[in-house]
């Protein structure tokens, strides 16, 4: 099993660039089932296991599916899918897995998916797709824990979210594409992906206007073609690195990146005292110095959003003063935070928060991720530590980053991956 080996005392500096956005791409992926013709090309796509994972999903389905890792070019063609089942043994490793679903519902009027899994960051419930496939005339019903979906033809009409939802939201725009009138989603997520995703589905064809808005109208078509598309830049894999020069020190230029999709995050850099410059598709950080205590409370797009909570508060580990960060959409997103005191983090917490008062160091030790985010935060945090760290788990951390040690050794990082 692999892991991380890291030494201190650190500096990052230079340029790197983000490849394509991963809640970006699994949606994509799922959205060609509905092209019945044509190759589906994406760019710029990271060579990680949530990818690949898809990859097998869509396989399994009937699609044609080469990804060339080395010019990250994926290539899908699924005029030949004639399998409506994504099994257990895929789903439960990747709860993006079950975006299959309105995509094969749209097109072929049925679909059975297991119920997903994913990284144990805390409930998740299809609840709202349900009840979304629902209102668009679809019967749903569970057989042996899997989701099973049916509609000779779906019709457009209101679909309302109790709670903003990001693959929910997914998952109705995506089945009312090919739906018989027009679709209006209440209270969907807002997230850049979702926007991408739109953009993507109508240069397919599609006429959807609102994405990124809560209100997002779909005036359904008859069919869709195949598309050569590249996904915006990944704003975790941005924020991951920013972070990491904050921690450690430095100065970095991040290119591919839209700084208006991390306008919370770099507010909250700038009030922990880093300096910021920012161009159209660039953001240089430099940072010197022990940056300030922040507090963050973590809320839907465009708030602050959860995936970067724990990467964030790697860095506010060694601040100046007290943080406090309110973690209000996974209530486990925690499960971190006895692996930073591992370190020597003086964390602690109360309920849904989080209390993190800035030690002068932080020492090595051998820590374990326990899920995507969760797991480069720790690197993070490892990286600015006084002596040796060893990170455990990190296929973990291969779920979203490609070869992330690399990438961080490239800015000047001390780090290696090594196995058992």
């Not at 589906?40 to 599916?65: C, Q, T």
Request: charged share 20%; proline share 3%; with cysteine.
């Amino acid at each position: 099993m692999d892991y991380f080996e890291i030494e201190s005392g650190s500096r990052l500096s230079g340029e790197i660039s983000v490849y394509s956005a991963k809640n970006a791409v699994l949606p994509m992926m799922a959205s060609t089932i509905l092209t019945k013709n044509g190759t589906n090309v994406f760019r710029n796509i990271p060579n990680i296991a949530d990818v690949r994972m898809m990859a097998n999903v869509l396989r399994k389905l009937g699609a044609d599916v080469d990804f060339d890792k080395d010019k990250h070019i994926l290539s899908i063609d699924t005029e030949n899918v004639n399998n409506f089942e994504a099994p257990y043994e895929l789903v439960r490793k990747m709860r993006a897995s079950f975006l299959v679903m309105g995509p094969l519902l749209a097109r072929f009027g049925i679909a059975r998916v297991s119920q997903p899994g994913g990284c144990a960051i805390g409930s998740r419930p299809i609840d709202q797709h349900i009840k979304g496939f629902s209102q668009l005339g679809a019967e749903i019903c569970e057989e042996h824990g899997y989701t099973v979906a049916r509609a000779k033809q779906l019709h457009g009409n209101v679909v309302y979210f109790d709670r903003p939802t990001h693959t929910g939201t997914e998952n109705i725009m995506m089945s009312a594409v090919l739906a018989d009138g027009t679709t209006k989603i209440i209270n969907a997520a807002q997230d850049p992906e979702i926007a991408d995703l739109a953009e993507m589905l109508n240069q397919m064809g599609a006429k959807i206007t609102g994405a990124g808005t809560s209100i997002i109208t779909i005036d359904g078509v008859n069919s869709l073609e195949a598309v050569d598309y590249t996904p915006i830049g990944d704003r975790l894999e941005a924020s991951t690195y920013l972070f990491a020069t904050i921690c450690t020190g430095g100065e970095i230029t991040v290119n591919n990146i839209s700084p208006e999709h991390l306008n919370t995050v770099l507010f909250k850099i700038i009030e922990m005292n880093a300096k910021l410059e920012l161009g159209e598709n660039w953001i240089k950080l430099t940072a010197s110095g022990c940056p300030r205590a922040v507090d963050i409370i973590t809320d839907p797009y465009p708030g602050f959003a959860t995936d970067v909570q724990p990467i964030i508060m790697a860095a506010l580990c060694r601040a100046d003063g007290t943080s406090v960060v309110w973690e209000r959409i996974f209530e486990n997103r925690f499960i971190h935070i006895m692996e930073l005191q591992r370190l020597g983090a003086n964390i602690t917490i109360s309920g849904d928060r989080a209390t993190i008062v800035g030690v002068k160091q932080l020492e090595g030790a051998e820590i374990m991720a326990s899920d995507i985010r969760a797991g480069a935060g720790l690197t993070i945090a490892a990286l600015g530590a006084n002596s040796k760290s060893v990170v455990r788990r990190v296929y973990h951390i291969d779920r979203g980053y490609q070869r992330l040690e690399e990438r961080l050794s490239s800015l000047g990082a001390k780090i290696v991956r090594k196995t058992d």
